[in-house]
Every structure is written in C-alpha cells, then in structure tokens.
C-alpha cells in the first residue's frame, strides 16, 4: 500500500459509534460518490468520470459548511479514489481540484472494530470511524481550524451513520 507524501499539516480524528459494527458503518462509508448520503454538510455528491467504486473514479461533492471564524461558507470539491480495501474498510483519496485552497490534500476515511456499544437487539456492538489527512497548509485555515471542521464533520457523520442503523 503506497503511503501519503509527506506533508506540512497531517492529522486524524476519530468518531465513536456505539451501536453500529464497523461492518455497517462500512457499508454506507464505502460509497465513494454516496458521501452526501452519510455526511450532512454534503448537499450533493456525484461521479464526475471513472468507474463508481475503482481507484481513478472522480466525486464531485459540494455543500454549505462552517468556514473559519464561524461564517457559513459554499465549498465543493473534486476529489479521486486512490485505493479502496474492503477487507480493512477504508478508502484513500485525494483532492484534485475545489474552492476551498487545497494546494495538496490526501484523505482516508475508514471503520474499524472499537466503541463498545451495547449490543441491543438491532445488530449493535460498536466501532471508531477515522478520518485522517495530509495536506498543505490550506489558505485562510489554520491547522487548528481545518481539524475542528474534519471533527465536525465526523461527528455529524457518526451521528448519521447511527440513525440510519437505528431502524
């Protein structure tokens, strides 16, 4: 598996589900061009060129978000499938063009056992979904201010994830 170069801003954060298996969380994370159906910022998601699912396939993905200093900002993204390994659950991928000042930006997002949860009778039993990413400093963020949106949004993601399994 080829790595991420190695880049001036890189960090991860983690999101607890209590009652969703890394397998079901995997399930809705796995679609590349479905992101709009699991992180609520997202307003559309699409392919743009490439085969849904295969390294080389292009998302266009764009939504209203909370900018740096609070004000809401209009942010899209065009971004390309790396790898994909569903025996590990986790995608790679990498922007290749947006409005929001990535000069560099590569992402992973995956699940994984973890979270403890509560078995219940619907399937429960927990997982920790990872978002993590390598990136130029990116013009008008701080590092610090890019790493409470990705925390953000990963919350809102797990939340979703939740409901949707919730039944």
């Known amino acids: 598996m080829e790595q991420e170069p190695k880049l001036e801003w890189e960090g991860m954060t983690t999101a607890t589900l209590t009652n969703t298996t890394p397998d079901q969380a995997w399930s ?4 590349f061009t479905g992101l709009d159906k699991i992180l609520p910022a997202v307003q559309t998601c ?3 060129e490439g085969v849904d699912g295969e390294p080389g396939c292009v998302r266009y993905a764009a939504g209203k978000v909370p900018g ?4 809401e900002l209009f942010v899209w993204a065009k971004e390309r499938l790396i790898e994909i390994d569903p025996v590990n ?9 947006s409005n929001v000042g990535f000069r560099r930006y590569f992402g992973r997002l995956g699940a994984k056992e973890g979270g403890g949860g509560g078995g219940g009778g619907d399937g429960g039993g927990g997982c920790v979904i990872e978002w993590s990413y390598a990136a130029d400093p990116i013009e008008g963020w701080t590092k610090e201010e890019f790493e409470v949106f990705l925390e953000g949004g990963l919350e809102a993601m797990a939340r979703r994830i939740e409901e949707i399994f919730k039944g």
């Open 68 to 71: 740096p200093g609070g004000e």
């Open 46 to 48: 699409y392919k743009v």
């Open 89 to 97: 659950r986790f995608y790679r991928y990498e922007v290749v063009e």
């Open 28 to 31: 809705l994370m796995k679609n």
